[in-house]
């Protein structure tokens, strides 16, 4: 079984790389349950299972131009958790906004695969 840190160096690479869609298919639990900072439009602040979290992720990459990413990490936290720091300059198609996104993701890993994730942001 994948520990922790095989996982959170296949997640990193797989972001590097930007597959993102692919890590959540390969590296999330069915049951996952992501949490971001605050509700976005459309989406609640936390949301469960391996379709809603894939359905994000579509979301963002469909509605985002992105100019440039950056994924350091994993940082890890005991037997059981990691964290990656992402910054992302991209354009929001709906706003036609460019802007520079900062965050920190923490993940929690059981039995091979990813099962929260929580995302941290300056607003």
């Known amino acids: ?11 990193v690479a ?8 692919e890590a959540i ?13 605050t509700e976005g439009e459309g989406f609640p602040r936390e949301m ?11 979301w963002w990459a ?13 940082y890890f936290h005991g037997d059981d958790k990691f964290a990656v720091h992402f910054r992302f300059d991209v354009t929001s198609k709906p706003m036609s906004q460019r ?7 923490i993940y929690t890993v059981n039995d091979g ?6 995302f941290f942001y300056d607003m």
Not at 1 to 11: F, P, Q, R, S, W
Not at 65 to 72: D, G, L, R
Request: hydrophobic content about 35%; proline content about 3%.
């Open 62 to 74: 469909e509605n985002h131009e992105v100019h440039s990413a950056q994924v350091e990490g994993p």
């Open 1 to 11: 079984m994948a520990t922790v840190k095989d996982i959170g160096n296949e997640l």
């Open 99 to 105: 802007m520079d996104l900062d965050e920190v993701g």
């Open 14 to 21: 797989l972001c590097k790389e930007g597959k993102n869609a």
């Open 113 to 118: 695969k990813i099962v929260r994730e929580e």
């Open 25 to 37: 298919d390969k590296l999330y639990s069915p049951e996952i349950v992501s949490v971001e900072s």
């Open 48 to 58: 469960k299972g391996l379709e809603a979290v894939a359905g994000k992720g579509k």
